[in-house]
């Protein structure tokens, strides 16, 4: 997935964000496949569990099963057909995720050779919030950044200044 280009701004504010709110002592499930980010965490000293690949839109059991302090999801819910079922059943109290914002000048992204690699959702910032809100989540915090390129042209121009990643830190509403 990162032959061409490692995301190294993406990582540092994630890292950054994640250490902001989240104790390394704390536990945490990440959606989606061992990762390099997973990876970071590690090393950052939090115990971390991937999913395993399982279609989570089909399959929610890892998640139901789960017996982890923190649910983290960096770039997967963009993925998912459902990603409401995904968050209605989190048993952990605290969620850190992050999705790519949906660009007024961009065309949602779909790999012509990935079939996991495609976006069902564009989400711009209010769609997800109002997302985490119906599946029971208060947004403590959140962040966004750019994520400009060095080519040349009017799109990449318009990455310098337009938001590109959008994170939040929430936590679970008790009822």
């Known amino acids: 997935m990162y032959e061409k280009s490692f995301p190294n701004k993406r990582f540092k504010h994630t890292l950054t964000f994640l250490q902001k709110h989240i104790k390394n002592t704390e536990t945490i499930l990440d959606l989606g496949v061992q990762n390099p980010f997973s990876e970071i965490m590690k090393t950052q000293g939090f115990s971390v569990k991937n ?3 399982e279609d989570l839109d089909e399959d929610i059991s890892t998640i139901i099963n789960a017996k982890t302090d923190v649910v983290t999801a960096f770039e997967i819910f963009e993925h998912l057909l459902s990603p409401y079922t995904v968050l209605k059943n989190i048993k952990a109290n605290k969620l850190v995720a992050s999705i ?3 660009l007024w000048f961009s065309a949602a992204y779909r790999s012509k050779t ?3 690699d495609r976006h069902y959702h564009e989400f711009e910032d209010w769609q997800f919030d109002w997302l985490l809100e119906k599946t ?3 947004i403590i915090d959140s962040k966004k950044w750019t994520n ?3 080519k040349i042209g009017i799109r990449p121009f318009l990455r310098w200044f337009t938001p590109r ?3 939040v830190y929430a936590e679970r509403i008790h009822k």
Do not use: C, E
Request: glycine share 12%; net charge positive.
């Open 51 to 53: 999913t395993n690949g």
């Open 114 to 116: 990935d079939v996991w």
């Open 136 to 138: 029971g989540w208060k």
């Open 148 to 150: 400009p390129t060095k």
């Open 165 to 167: 990643y959008y994170i």
């Open 100 to 102: 790519p914002l949906k």
